[in-house]
């Protein structure tokens, strides 16, 4: 069995602590609030010099509905004419970013995020990849990573031929749960046959990839309930799936306080929703990649997982760790070599930014050589669940056990514990430890180490 996971209720109980998801490390939290566009300036330089190729994301933070669990930067409205003057300031900073850059760098992955990328109308999301075609090199020959999040209710066949036509070939669809009980709860009514007709849509059209997205831990979620969204979706025979868990933080996210308390599950229901979904999804032939993401066996990322080639970043797992991240639009992550920067996550300032021809950098960090070193073995683990000492000792010129020391109790413990083999000459995480492996990472983390921090979800 590919990665296979052995489910341990007693060490998920003492290892399942608040970290971070290790889309970027250091994480956002660390970022400094003095990074200037001048700084992301000078490394598109570096880059543009380097001919490195790219990876593009795009943030369209506007949502007609609400969905109370959401924790993502979104706007809600109705109002479909509020596109166009955020449009606009997104055009300027394609037309800026791009200056920076050459020709001769190639968009190789992406990918439209939110909020819901398809509250832009057709017209809009034409003009939109028009002018991304106009100032990037995207490919013409649908050999790129092009992908778009699709809520189900927001989209029906015309929208998906209209995005196949304007270069898409990926499709993620935001399902979360089907049972209408918890739908109700959440906010976000939609059936089984609104995401089948997508799929039809997307599997005649020749996308070569469509994933959905499902949470556990959401009010009124039961095992037979949950148990029962998950069959219907392996029926539907999705390429890859995320199955990501609900943080229950009303005085972070203030959507989510129109959730009833009462109505999550306890910790025990919790864990037990977990537990079947793994073992539910390892039935129907899903192959665990790490960190909530499956997918079959002749998927393009376990095909990398097998080969060496898999990468993850703020855009999930990919296979393009060789590319700079570029983030455009509100509240956008952009990693450019050893600089990380985020735009500004406030709307108005945003737009206003662009407007006065100025780029929405409002935070950031550059990496410091510990933090490549540190970054290079949590990615390593996530990716692979392994790793050799000798590849990053040749790689930064350090000794590994000596560099390491302070963490090799933790690791002896864990070790102990059966969550990993720790060998004189590496690391492996055993099935009891792949679903912890951020806890597994935050041994690694200078910053977070194990401490509790409220800012994070738990681990599992």
Known sequence: MFNPIRWDADLIRRYDKPGPRYTTYPAVSQFHEDASALVLEYALAASKAARRDLSLYLHVPF?????????CDKVITKDRSRARPYLQALFREIELISQSLSRDQVV?????????????????????????????????????????????????????????????????????????????????????????????????????????????????????????????????????????DYAHAPDQFPSQRRIVAADLPAEKIRLALLEESVKQLGHAGYRYLGMGHFALADDALSNAQETGRLHHDVQGYSIHGDCDLLGLGVSAISQVGDLYTQNDSDLRSYQYSLESGQLATSKGLV???????????????????????????????????????????????????????????????????RLLVRSICMVFDAYQALEENPRYSRVI
């Open 367 to 433: 990496c410091t050589t510990d933090d490549r070193i540190r970054r290079a073995i949590i990615a390593q683990l996530i990716c692979y669940f392994h790793l050799e000492f000798a590849d990053i000792e040749k790689r930064f010129e350090i000794v590994f056990r000596e560099y390491f020391a302070d963490c090799w109790p933790v690791l002896e413990q864990m070790h102990r514990d059966g969550l990993v083999q720790l060998g004189e000459g590496g690391l492996n995480i055993l099935p009891a430890g």
């Open 108 to 244: 190789q992955q992406l990918h439209l995020g939110g909020g819901t990328p398809t509250f832009l109308n057709h017209a809009e999301m034409r003009e939109l990849m028009d002018k991304l075609r106009s100032h990037f090199s995207l490919h013409d020959d649908d050999t790129g990573d092009y992908g778009i999040e699709i809520d189900p209710r927001e989209a029906d066949w015309s929208t998906i031929g209209m995005l196949r036509e304007v270069g898409f070939n990926q499709l993620s669809l935001g399902v979360q749960d089907l049972d209408p009980d918890v739908q109700r709860a959440i906010n976000r009514l939609q059936s089984l046959e609104q995401v089948q007709a997508l799929m039809d849509a997307g599997r005649t059209l020749a996308y070569r990839s469509i994933n959905i997205d499902l949470m556990y831990g959401l009010p009124k979620q039961t095992p037979i309930s949950f148990a029962r969204t998950l069959t219907s979706i392996i029926e539907l025979r999705p390429d890859r799936l995320s199955l990501y």
């Open 63 to 71: 949502c007609a509905n609400l969905c109370h669990y959401c924790a």
